[in-house]
């Protein structure tokens, strides 16, 4: 299958900081870009869709602001945490879809934000 | 909106025994149903996937069935292993449209 690569793997940051997480689709032109969050224990809840060169389509709930998404070219997609605060802590994860492979939805491997 | 439900939430078998998960969805439009296998700190891994024109397909231990009268389909994993302990979702959508995820499996293989 497609190949969905995400960094950093986990980041530790202050409160009121930004923090960027980068998506590549490394062995085809994703399409389409999902960003996940994801609690303990629990199951993923979609944050935003991105599409290559236009804006992404945030969930209801989701604030623009504080998670701004960046989908510039075919193989990346950013997800810029705002001001992050200690609720922001969570386990955040990216999927891309694309490169002829239909409906199919390959993942990242995820990105654990702790925000102290 | 699309709602699937997804059962048992927990589930321990011996291994070498069989495991079943069931899905059940609410959209009839509904025509793609994979199903993700995800471990402790990582994405979540396809590993297999069907759509509502196919009743069955198998890939080695996994098979996915699909009932699309009653709105439900399931994973069956074969001959279980220890390396198949982790957290299993399925995950339902039409088309290119957004995945609507179950709540999750937690399958703990006991050796």
């Known amino acids: 299958g497609a190949v969905v690569s995400q960094h950093p793997s986990w980041v530790i940051c202050k409160s009121g900081t930004s923090v960027k997480i980068e998506c590549r689709s490394l062995?085809?032109?994703?399409?389409?870009m999902f960003w996940y969050r994801q609690f303990p224990k629990q199951s993923l809840m979609l944050m935003a869709t991105s599409n290559e060169g236009s804006k992404a389509t945030y969930e209801q709930g989701v604030e623009k602001d504080k998670f701004l998404i960046n989908h510039a070219s075919l193989t990346l997609s950013t997800l810029t945490v705002t001001s992050a605060h200690p609720e922001d802590s969570s386990f955040y994860i990216c999927s891309a879809r694309g490169g002829g492979e239909g409906e199919k939805l390959f993942f990242g491997s995820g990105t654990q934000l702790s925000v102290l | 909106g699309e709602n699937v439900e997804q059962h048992p939430s927990t589930l321990s078998v011996q291994e070498g025994d069989s495991a079943v998960i069931k899905c059940t969805y609410s959209?009839?439009?509904?025509?793609?149903f994979p199903w993700y296998k995800q471990e402790l700190g990582k994405g979540p891994q396809l590993i297999i996937d069907i759509r509502s024109n196919v009743g069955e397909k198998k890939d080695q231990r996994i098979a996915v069935t699909l009932n699309k009268t009653a709105k439900h389909f399931s994973l069956h994993i074969t001959e279980t292993q220890p390396e198949d302990s982790a957290v299993y979702f399925c995950a339902v959508s039409f088309g290119n449209e957004k995945l609507t995820f179950g709540t999750g499996t937690r399958l703990t293989i006991i050796p």
């Open positions: 062995d085809f032109q994703a399409t389409t």
């Open positions: 959209d009839s439009a509904s025509n793609y």
